[in-house]
């Protein structure tokens, strides 16, 4: 069964890092672009970032450039994001999910097999 499982969430001050991870069973992730998404309290979802099957191409919302990177290692089957600068409009659920398309999209349609999401809190 395909699934993918976000942790790493948790309560941090502004200026803070966090790292998330997304672990992914039921399919070989080596083949698939994945994406990480966060949706606040009365907003829509929307992209942070996404990488390539490779790991070679990656792209990331305005609003997180220069502060979050993402990554994969393959062998582990999991997607990490890399939080840094944390500010208190960074405070959502985040989402990791899998690309269908595979176009490098921030679009949160064009993907699927969603985790159950970790919370992240940035707060003084």
């Known amino acids: 069964q395909l699934q993918l499982v976000e942790s790493g969430g948790g309560l941090v001050q502004p200026g803070g890092s966090l790292r998330l991870s997304c672990a992914v069973s039921?399919?070989?992730?080596?083949?698939?672009?994945i994406g990480w998404f966060r949706q606040a309290p009365g907003k829509e979802r929307e992209g942070v970032s996404c990488i390539s099957s490779s790991g070679g191409s990656t792209n990331y919302a305005d609003s997180v450039k220069g502060r979050f990177t993402i990554s994969r290692d393959n062998d582990k089957n999991t997607v990490y994001l890399q939080m840094n600068s944390l500010k208190p409009e960074d405070t959502a659920i985040y989402y990791c999910?899998?690309?269908?398309?595979?176009?490098?999209?921030?679009?949160?349609?064009?993907?699927?097999?969603w985790g159950q999401g970790t919370q992240v809190t940035v707060s003084s």
């Open positions: 039921g399919f070989t992730v080596d083949y698939y672009d």
């Open positions: 999910a899998v690309d269908n398309v595979g176009l490098g999209s921030l679009n949160p349609p064009l993907y699927d097999y």
